[in-house]
């Protein structure tokens, strides 16, 4: 089944403990990218990957970092989280930049205290 | 300055009413995508419908379809025939040229029987 995966699904944590958020794809997709959700913003870009090896901040970077070593898996590492962190983080994927369509993950809930 | 502008308040639509959600963008652009996306209770985000910006023909998928007005920048999603599994959040989204990905704060649609 073609899919997108994070785990976990639920974290909560601590401020400064570093943790990372996986994301992996099986459909061979070149672009992935990472949002978080909060209640009345929307959804905002974090990074993004046109393909391996190749990041680019989104509109909201600060505090996130992200590494593609591989094609299918675009990691999200929070290196010293703090409680604004706290939100519903969602991972992308679609065939490649041009593509119209994004295929989504079914989202991190994490919470800083 | 927000790309993406969803004003509406939450709106309660009758079983088998359409309903029109509103959304203004904000480019430069010559080139761009429009998107629908539907986020149901349970979280996860469902591609509804794209429009591309050079595209001449509004694009329809099923009960939805997005009415697409370049000169206004609006791309407006239309439900017609609102059904009860209609409830949800849902969210336009602009790609521009450097392809991130900018989401408006949502519409929150109920379906009452």
């Known amino acids: 089944e073609a899919q997108v995966t994070q785990n976990p699904r639920y974290l909560i944590t601590v401020t400064g403990k570093k943790l990372t958020v996986t994301c992996s794809q099986n459909m061979n997709h070149e672009y992935m990218s990472w949002y978080r959700q909060d209640p009345g913003l929307g959804l905002r870009q974090i990074y993004y990957s046109m393909n391996v090896e190749v990041t680019d901040k989104g509109d909201v970077p600060e505090g996130y970092k992200v590494s593609r070593k591989e094609k299918r898996n675009f990691p999200l590492i929070l290196e010293s989280p703090s409680p604004n962190q706290t939100s519903l983080y969602f991972c992308?994927?679609?065939?490649?930049?041009?593509?119209?369509?994004?295929?989504f993950g079914p989202g991190t809930r994490l919470t800083v205290t | 300055a927000q790309k993406i502008t969803q004003t509406q308040p939450g709106m309660f639509v009758q079983e088998k009413e359409a309903v029109t959600l509103d959304c203004t963008y904000d480019t430069s652009d010559p080139s761009y995508g429009l998107f629908w996306y539907k986020q149901p209770s349970s979280g996860e985000m469902i591609f509804l419908i794209y429009?591309?910006?050079?595209?001449?023909q509004n694009a329809t998928e099923g009960r939805y379809s997005l009415n697409f007005q370049k000169a206004r920048k609006s791309a407006n999603l239309v439900i017609s025939a609102s059904q009860l599994g209609d409830s949800a959040m849902y969210f336009c989204a602009m790609r521009e040229v450097d392809n991130r990905l900018a989401f408006g704060k949502g519409n929150q649609v109920v379906v009452i029987p």
């Open positions: 992308a994927s679609s065939p490649s930049r041009n593509s119209y369509e994004q295929y």
């Open positions: 429009q591309g910006s050079y595209d001449q």
